[in-house]
C-alpha cells in the first residue's frame, strides 16, 4: 500500500511514542514511588525518634496497646518472641473508616528496651500513597498526554508539513502535465526550501535540456527529409527520362520501374515524415470553422470509382454537423487519411459507414482480421499483417493532427467484426 | 505572348468555335529557374523531348535578369534560391507588370508556401520531387489555360479532348467516360505514342503512392474499360501495356 510521506512518517512516530512514552512511565513511576516511601520513612523513623524519647519521659505511654490518635502501639515482647531493635518497614493495609475501605499503610515495626529495661515491641504506621489509584492516575494522565502529542503531531504533519511539502506538490503536478515539445514553462514554486529549489533548478535545467535535444532532434529529422527531396526529385525524374527510351527490353523496363517504385515509396515516406514535424511544430496555422461533414463529403465524392471498383458500399450518416475550429488542410488529411485507411483494410464487397454526430465523427469498416490492438494503432511505423506498401504514418499522422487540438480526442474501438475510428470532441 | 488584358479582349471577339488551330508545344518558351543543376538538367531534357524551348536560370540574379528581359509561356520557378527567393522573383516578375504563367516547384510542400505562392499569382504549385509526366501535364494545362483563344482541343487521330468541357470526341461522336476514366485519358491525350507509367496514373488518381496494391488494380480496370469504350466507338487507338510498366496510347 502506498502512503503518503506525512503519513508515513507519523506512523511509526506513534508507535515510537507509545514506547517511550511507556518506558518512560514505569521509571517516573517507580522514581516517585521510591521518593514518596523515602519520604514517608523518614517520617516514621523521626516518629520513632519521637516516641522513644516521650516513652521515657512517660512511661504511660507503654501503655498504648492499639493504635490511637498518634498512629503506634506498643506491646511488651513475650519471651520466647523474636526481638529485634532494627526497623523493619512494610505495607500493610488497614480498614480506614472515612474511605470505608482498606487502605495502604507504611508501618514501621521495631524494638527498643523500657527504662525498665523489658523488650517491648513498636508498631508505627502513616497513611500512605495508594498505588492503583495513583497508577490509575498517571496512566490517565499519560494517556491524556498521548492523544495531545499524536494529535499535534498529526496537526502538524497536516498543516505544517503540508504547507513545507506544497512546492514539492508543484514540481510533482509540473512534472505530472509535462509533454514532451509543449514548450511551456515549470510552474514557479515559491518556498524557501532549499532542497525543494534544488530540485526545482534541476528539472528545470533537465527540462530545458530535453525540449532542446528534442527541438534538435525534430529539426533532424525535418532537415533530413528536406535534404532528401532535390536528390530523390533528380533520381526519379532521370529513371522517368530513362524508361522514355524506345530501346529498353522489357526486363531492363521492369527493372527501372521497380527501382523508381521504391524510390516513390521512400518519397511518400519523406513527405509523412515532413507532414509529422510540420503537424508537430504547429506550422499550420490556418484555423477556421471547418465542416467535417463537407469534407467527407468532397472526399467520398473523390474516392467513389475506387469504391465502386472495389465493391464497397460507403454510406454517409449525417445525424448532425461536426465542426470545429482548425486548419481546414489538416482537418482534410485527417479524414482522409481516415477514409484512405477504411477502404484499404475493407475486403471487397464490405461495407465503410461514416458518422457524424454532434461531437463525434467516426468510421466505421468491415474487419478483415480480429482487432486490432488500441495501444499501438496510432504508433509510427507500426503496420498490419497483410500490409506491404503501406508507410505505417497514415494513422500516426491522424494522432498527431489530433494531438495539436487540445479538444480532439482519437480512438479506436472494435464491435461485431467492424474497426471504429472516432473523433471525440 | 498574351498579356492578360488581350486574353479577355480576344476571348471576347473571338468565341471558340473559330478559334485558330496551333500546335500546342511547338515554340512554347519555358525558363527553368532551378539552383539544383542536375534537376534542371533532368527536366530540360525532358521538356525538350516534348518539343518545348527551355533555358535555364541557376540562382535569383540570372532569373530576374531573364524574366525582366524576356517573355516566357511558362516559368518553373524554385523557392529557395542563391541570392534570393523564388517568392521574391514572383513578386518582381508580377512587379513588371508580366503575366508569364508561373509554376512554383519546390522542396517545401508546406502549405504556407503554396498558399503564399498563389496568392502572389503563381499558377500552380508542384512540390519535390514530382514525376515528369505529372509536369509535363501540368504545364500543358497551364499553357492551355493561358491561350483561350488558341487551341483549347487536343487531338490524336480521329480523337479530340476538350479539356475545358472534360469532354471526349470520336470523330463527331462523344465518347462519355467517367471521371477517374478522363483524368486516366488525358495523360494519354497529351503524350500519345509516349509510355505513360502506371505509378504516375496511380498517384494521379489515388494521391499516395503508399497504397499501391489497390491503386494499381484499379488503374487496371480504369485502363481496361477505357479500352473497351475506346474500342466500342471504333475510336481506332488503343492503350496499348507496355510490359506492365504501363500504358502507351497508339
Known amino acids: ?425 | 505572348m498574351v498579356s492578360c488584358a488581350l486574353k479577355t479582349e480576344h476571348s471576347h471577339f473571338f468565341p471558340k468555335s473559330v478559334s485558330k488551330i496551333v500546335a500546342l508545344s511547338i515554340s512554347m518558351k519555358i525558363l527553368i529557374i532551378e539552383d539544383e543543376v542536375e534537376l534542371s538538367a533532368v527536366i530540360q531534357d525532358f521538356l525538350e523531348q516534348e518539343k518545348f524551348l527551355v533555358e535555364t536560370a541557376f540562382d535569383y540574379a540570372s532569373g530576374l535578369d531573364k524574366i525582366s528581359n524576356y517573355d516566357y509561356d511558362c516559368i518553373l520557378l524554385d523557392i529557395m534560391l542563391p541570392g534570393g527567393s523564388g517568392m521574391e522573383l514572383l513578386a518582381q516578375l508580377r512587379a513588371l507588370g508580366k503575366s508569364d504563367s508561373v509554376i512554383i516547384i519546390s522542396a517545401k510542400d508546406a502549405v504556407e508556401d503554396k498558399v503564399q505562392g498563389l496568392e502572389l499569382g503563381a499558377d500552380d504549385y508542384l512540390a519535390k520531387p514530382f514525376h515528369l509526366a505529372e509536369l509535363h501535364a501540368r504545364v500543358k494545362s497551364i499553357i492551355r489555360r493561358k491561350n483561350q483563344h488558341g487551341e483549347n482541343i487536343i487531338h490524336y487521330k480521329s480523337v479530340s479532348l476538350f479539356p475545358d468541357e472534360r469532354k471526349v470526341l470520336v470523330g463527331n461522336k462523344e465518347l462519355i467516360l467517367n471521371r477517374k476514366e478522363y483524368d486516366l485519358f488525358y495523360y494519354f491525350m497529351i503524350r500519345p505514342e509516349k509510355l505513360v507509367q502506371k505509378t504516375t496514373l496511380a498517384e494521379a488518381v489515388w494521391g499516395d503512392h503508399a497504397d499501391q496494391a489497390d491503386s494499381l488494380d484499379f488503374i487496371y480496370s480504369q485502363v481496361k474499360n477505357l479500352r473497351k469504350k475506346l474500342k466500342d466507338q471504333k475510336a481506332g487507338i488503343d492503350l496499348q501495356a507496355v510490359y506492365g510498366v504501363g500504358y502507351k496510347l497508339v
Not at chain 1, 505511654?61 to 492499639?66: D, N, R
Not at chain 1, 495508594?130 to 494522565?141: P, S
Not at chain 1, 510540420?278 to 475506387?306: A, H
Not at chain 1, 464487397?349 to 468491415?366: A, E, K, L, P
Open chain 1, 1 to 425: 500500500m502506498k502512503i503518503s510521506l506525512k503519513n508515513y512518517t507519523i506512523r511509526y512516530l506513534i508507535i515510537a511514542f507509545l514506547v517511550i512514552m511507556a518506558v518512560w512511565a514505569s521509571l517516573f513511576y517507580a522514581y516517585i514511588l521510591d521518593e514518596v516511601y523515602d519520604n514517608v520513612d523518614d517520617g516514621l523513623k523521626n516518629q520513632k525518634i519521637e516516641i522513644l524519647r516521650g516513652v521515657y519521659e512517660e512511661p504511660e505511654l507503654l501503655e498504648t496497646s492499639e493504635y490511637g490518635i498518634n498512629q503506634f502501639r506498643i506491646r511488651p515482647a513475650e519471651g520466647d518472641e523474636e526481638f529485634s531493635e532494627e526497623n523493619r518497614l512494610s505495607r500493610e493495609f488497614f480498614y480506614m473508616p472515612y474511605d470505608d475501605e482498606q487502605e495502604p499503610y507504611r508501618v514501621l515495626r521495631t524494638g527498643f528496651y523500657g527504662r525498665d529495661h523489658k523488650p517491648y515491641h513498636l508498631e508505627i504506621r502513616t497513611s500512605t500513597v495508594e498505588e492503583d489509584d495513583l497508577i490509575y492516575d498517571l496512566t490517565t494522565a499519560l494517556m491524556v498526554l498521548y492523544a495531545v502529542l499524536v494529535l499535534s503531531l498529526y496537526l502538524i504533519n497536516t498543516f505544517v508539513l503540508g504547507r513545507a511539502w506544497r512546492p514539492f506538490k508543484i514540481i510533482l503536478d509540473n512534472l505530472n502535465h509535462y509533454r514532451f515539445g509543449t514548450k511551456d514553462k515549470l510552474r514557479p514554486i515559491d518556498t524557501n526550501v532549499l532542497e525543494f529549489n534544488q530540485l526545482h533548478t534541476e528539472l528545470d535545467r533537465m527540462w530545458r535540456r530535453n525540449e532542446e535535444l528534442f527541438d534538435e532532434q525534430k529539426r533532424f529529422i525535418e532537415n533530413a527529409a528536406h535534404e532528401l527531396q532535390t536528390p530523390l526529385a533528380i533520381t526519379i525524374n532521370k529513371l522517368d527520362l530513362l524508361m522514355e527510351d524506345e530501346t529498353l527490353n522489357e526486363s531492363q523496363l521492369t527493372q527501372i520501374a521497380e527501382s523508381k517504385s521504391s524510390l516513390l515509396r521512400l518519397v511518400n515516406l519523406n513527405k509523412s515524415l515532413l507532414m509529422l514535424s510540420r503537424i508537430e511544430n504547429k506550422q499550420y496555422k490556418n484555423v477556421e470553422r471547418v465542416s467535417f461533414n463537407d469534407i467527407s463529403r468532397e472526399l467520398v465524392n473523390e474516392f467513389q470509382d475506387l469504391l465502386d471498383f472495389k465493391h464497397i458500399e460507403l454510406l454517409l450518416h449525417e445525424e448532425s454537423t461536426f465542426e470545429i475550429e482548425m486548419d481546414r488542410y489538416l482537418a482534410t488529411v485527417l479524414i482522409s487519411n481516415l477514409l484512405r485507411n477504411a477502404i484499404k483494410y475493407t475486403p471487397e464487397g464490405g461495407q465503410i459507414n461514416v458518422f457524424h454526430v454532434q461531437d463525434r465523427f467516426s468510421v466505421t469498416n468491415t474487419a478483415i482480421g480480429p482487432a486490432l490492438d488500441p495501444d499501438i494503432v496510432f504508433n509510427r511505423f507500426h503496420k498490419g499483417e497483410q500490409d506491404k506498401g503501406s508507410t505505417g504514418l497514415g494513422l500516426a499522422i491522424v494522432k498527431s493532427i489530433v494531438d495539436s487540438y487540445p479538444i480532439l480526442s482519437v480512438g479506436y474501438t472494435y464491435a461485431n467484426e467492424k474497426h471504429m475510428f472516432f473523433i471525440k470532441k
